[in-house]
């Protein structure tokens, strides 16, 4: 060691530290002005390590080591009330390079960091700490007593006592405090983990069968409701169709007695259901029939049919005989052959469409001209001249002989 040095021996080693620029190392050196600017950036992180009090207070600027003081209380302060977790980093060589391996130093480290005396007592002591409702809630699965409640009096230890039991720990691998439950070794710990990842298999199979079956019984109970509505309006339809046919007999039933009683009254609406229904030839509806009724209906409808033809034929006149014969006749020589036949059949047959001041005059020529003709048809007409282009109107006359 040189005369401007001078050297520190603690738990991991011994540190040489240099007294050249020690001091002027330990002072603060940042400027003011530009303090002031960090304290005003826009990261809030770089703002938050320059308040704006410090700028404002007299004192002189804390050293590095004040600082470094400083920061290791707070993070003390933070450690103590939290319940940490130590990490410990081991480097392997000094060289900072990969796949470089220095037992020297890394068996240094650990006996520096005193890894061997932690695990001589924790060996010595207790491997696995963990509360009693905790280690019942992951490894309740591994007993039938504890699932998948415990219902047992003495709440969670009295269940975390029940399940080491079935478990098969001996007294040496664990003990029972007041919160918590303490295993000795870790393979102990390490068989319970493996029974417990194999168990979540099971479990996830009875959690799906049981799934499934509610799947499948909310389908069931869903079909079930539709057919009680199927068989509901099946069973209504087939009331209301006998109900239907009860009602409507009982209507014809009634009207008919009712007819029957008023039958010597003068002409009323109760009397129509005596009466059969069409009183036109042209009119073929005929009131529907039951089906073991129905060949008994056909005959009554064509004798009915037959009984307003021969009423309406025995009515008719000469003369509307005669235009039912010309009709006949028109039917056999144009149907079929003249394009407006069919508009013209409703049209009555006129044997003179001449006015009647000039049928005198046309049939006393006739009968002066061709003597004893008898005149058929008498109508207008147009005569072209085609020489002139002309048209005239004239008369012609149809008689049984000539035109």
């Not at 319940?83 to 796949?99: H, V």
């Amino acid at each position: 060691m040189l005369r401007d040095e001078f050297r520190l021996v603690h738990y991991a080693g011994e540190v040489t530290y240099s007294v050249i620029g020690f001091l002027d190392k330990n002072n603060d050196l940042l400027f003011r002005d530009l303090k002031e600017t960090l304290s005003k950036a826009g990261n809030k992180i770089v703002r938050s390590c320059f308040p704006e009090q410090e700028l404002r207070s007299k004192k002189r600027p804390e050293t590095a080591i004040t600082q470094f003081r400083t920061s290791l209380n707070n993070l003390m302060d933070i450690l103590m009330c939290k319940e940490p977790s130590y990490i410990r980093c081991i480097k392997p060589n000094d060289l900072q390079s990969p796949g470089v391996f220095n037992d020297q130093l890394v068996l240094h480290q650990v006996k520096y960091l005193g890894l061997m005396e932690n695990l001589r007592v924790r060996r010595a002591g207790f491997a696995y700490r963990r509360a009693y409702d905790l280690f019942l809630e992951r490894y309740k699965c591994l007993s039938k007593s504890t699932w998948p409640n415990y219902k047992g009096a003495g709440g969670p230890k009295a269940g975390v006592q029940q399940l080491v039991k079935d478990l098969g720990y001996d007294n040496e691998q664990y003990k029972m405090g007041e919160t918590k439950l303490f295993i000795r070794w870790p393979r102990t710990l390490f068989d319970t983990e493996d029974s417990y990842q194999a168990k979540k298999h099971d479990i996830a199979a009875i959690i799906q069968a049981h799934w499934k079956g509610v799947v499948q019984r909310r389908k069931y109970l869903k079909l079930g409701e539709q057919v009680i509505v199927l068989q509901r309006d099946r069973r209504r339809r087939l009331a209301q169709r006998p109900a239907k046919q009860r009602r409507e007999a009982a209507d014809k039933i009634r009207v008919f007695i009712k007819g029957f009683i008023t039958r010597n009254d003068p002409p009323n609406r109760l009397q129509r259901g005596l009466y059969l229904p069409m009183t036109s030839v042209l009119d073929k509806s005929w009131p529907s029939a039951p089906t073991h009724w129905q060949e008994a209906s056909e005959f009554v409808h064509r004798l009915h049919r037959l009984h307003l033809a021969r009423i309406y034929r025995l009515a008719l006149t000469p003369q509307r005989k005669r235009q039912f014969e010309l009709t006949f006749l028109a039917e056999k020589v144009f149907k079929g052959k003249k394009n407006n036949y069919a508009a013209s059949v409703g049209t009555w047959f006129q044997e003179d469409r001449i006015p009647k001041e000039h049928i005198q005059r046309v049939t006393d020529f006739v009968a002066s001209t061709f003597g004893s003709e008898q005149l058929k048809y008498q109508s207008f007409c147009t005569k072209l001249d085609r020489q002139a282009d002309k048209s005239f109107e004239r008369f012609i006359s149809m008689s049984n002989k000539a035109v």
